[in-house]
């Protein structure tokens, strides 16, 4: 009996590819383009691809060692931020920053306070207002794991040149916005 393989008959790159995901360019216009840049185009998409999937590969398993969501972890780094600025969060600025409701941002803070990531205390100036704060632990894992990244994504920007930078700035930027119109 022969084996079967469980690799896909189609390479990673094919479906990146618009000769093959839309041979009739009703989406993607590739009429006059040399094969050469449209593979070099696939290799920036498949970069992009690669990028992304280690990224949320490495935030999950950082999430899921300290067993939190994606919510959570952006609360922490929005602390560990603040902290590094010597600035006095409230939940008010938190629920803003999040883009969340107040009874959201109870239930995040009761989380994260019942799991040891942070300490609420009275604000040190308006007595009607709370200050959050990230633990010393908390603000060491978050250091660690999210800060390792981001040293490792400011080094490889650093050995761009100023110009690679600019052009990746746009190429970043262009992205973005027609993200943001499509969403």
Known sequence: ???????????EDAMLDPRVIDPGQELVSFAGMEPGDIAEIVQ???GIRRWRESE????FRSRS???LNETDMKALRFLVAAKNQN??????MLADHLHISSASTTKLLDRLAKAGHIER???P???????????????????????RMHAHRF??????????RQTVIRFLDRLSSEAEAQG
């Open 1 to 11: 009996m022969p084996e079967h393989s469980t690799r896909s008959p189609v390479p």
């Open 44 to 46: 920036v998409l498949s």
């Open 56 to 59: 949320q590969k490495v935030s």
């Open 65 to 67: 060692q300290m067993r």
């Open 87 to 92: 600035i006095v969060v409230t939940p008010g």
């Open 121 to 123: 205390s009275p604000h």
């Open 125 to 147: 100036t308006d007595r009607r207002a709370l200050s959050i704060t990230i633990t010393k632990q908390t603000h060491e894992q978050v250091r660690d794991g999210v800060g």
């Open 155 to 164: 080094k490889a920007a650093a050995e761009l040149t100023s110009e690679e």
